[in-house]
Nanobody, 125 residues
Framework: QVQLVESGGGLVQPGGSLRLSCTAS????????MGWFRQAPGKQRELVAG????????TYIRSVRDRFTISLDNAKNTMYLQMNGLDPEDTGVYYC??????????????????WGQGTQVTVSA
């Protein structure tokens, strides 16, 4: 089973940028769909962005659509999340995971019981 490790979080001021990385222990092309989740304090974990690994086609939740970009470097087996225009509402622990398409056509975690340590993103003045 491919292991995923998140990195790149930190403390940033509102309006700032961060780039998160998710490095896989094997080929990400074999994973078909991957995504970034976040969990804000006191809230449920939510999917922020997803990507089809062999086409690069991406989807985003509305609140990040014009600010975040999900991308892949297949040679490095790494997925990225470039986050610009950060807002305090973006604060949380960010996780990457493999995705699957559920019965309703929406993305959901393919491994819902397997999460890495995540990477903390704090947006504060």
């Amino acid at each position: 089973q491919v292991q995923l490790v998140e990195s790149g979080g930190g403390l940033v001021q509102p309006g700032g940028s961060l780039r998160l990385s998710c490095t896989a222990s094997g080929s990400i092309l074999s994973l078909e769909h991957m995504g970034w989740f976040r969990q804000a304090p006191g809230k449920q974990r939510e999917l922020v962005a997803g990507i089809i690994t062999n086409t690069g086609r991406a989807t985003y939740i509305r609140s990040v659509r014009d600010r975040f970009t999900i991308s892949l470097d297949n040679a490095k087996n790494t997925m990225y999340l470039q986050m610009n225009g950060l807002d305090p509402e973006d604060t949380g622990v960010y996780y990457c995971n493999v995705l699957k398409v559920g019965y309703n056509g929406a993305y959901e975690p393919a491994r819902p019981d397997f999460w890495g340590q995540g990477t903390q993103v704090t947006v504060s003045a």
